[in-house]
């Protein structure tokens, strides 16, 4: 049996230079239909907010990185001007002619920098899938927000409910307490 050489590279980055390198402007955890986490582990702690009743931690998960689906000068390019002519003949042009009203090279140069000033302006919402990377969940739950590493420990999802009713007990019984002076009798 041979091995099978791999085209995969591994390659360590920074967020920011991948943010940068791709134009990336969401993150999620698995393909999602609803993109509004900016960051790597911003997607990672909703996606952990929702593991709250789960028994397990996956040792694993996808990130999915996302950018904005731009339009194109070419996609629109004509199209527009000959919309907007053709409305211009049905409403303004000789209802027995056939003559229909020709593009000239003005109109052309008017219909691009008309379109590239909207595209110029124009936020798309359409996204494209950018590339996607294995997290390992356990080493960065470690590294960023270990304090949730408890949360799935062994045990029942009732005896981690327990577990964290435990914690917000203690946490409001270190809180400092004030007295309220009685009020005197007359």
Request: aromatic share 10%; with cysteine.
């Amino acid at each position: 049996m041979t091995a099978e050489k791999s085209n995969i590279v591994t390659i360590m980055v920074e967020e920011d230079v991948l943010n940068e390198v791709f134009e990336v402007d969401f993150w999620s955890v698995g393909e999602s239909d609803r993109l509004s986490y900016e960051g790597e582990d911003e997607a990672i702690e909703f996606f952990l907010d929702d593991l709250y009743d789960s028994d397990v931690l996956p040792e694993q998960i996808e990130l999915v990185a996302y950018r904005r689906r731009k339009p194109t000068f070419e996609e629109f390019k004509g199209s527009v001007i000959e919309r907007f002519i053709e409305r211009l003949d049905e409403e303004y042009a000789d209802p027995d002619g056939y003559d229909h009203t020709t593009v000239t090279k003005r109109m052309l140069e008017a219909e691009e920098r008309f379109i590239k000033e909207v595209l110029d302006e124009y936020t798309p919402w359409l996204c494209e899938v950018v590339f996607r990377k294995k997290v390992n969940l356990k080493d960065w739950v470690a590294e960023k927000m270990p304090e949730l590493l408890y949360l799935f420990k062994k045990g029942t999802k009732n005896e981690r409910h327990q577990r964290n009713h435990e914690c917000d007990r203690k946490a409001s019984s270190n809180k400092s307490r004030m007295e309220v002076p009685k009020e005197k009798p007359e």
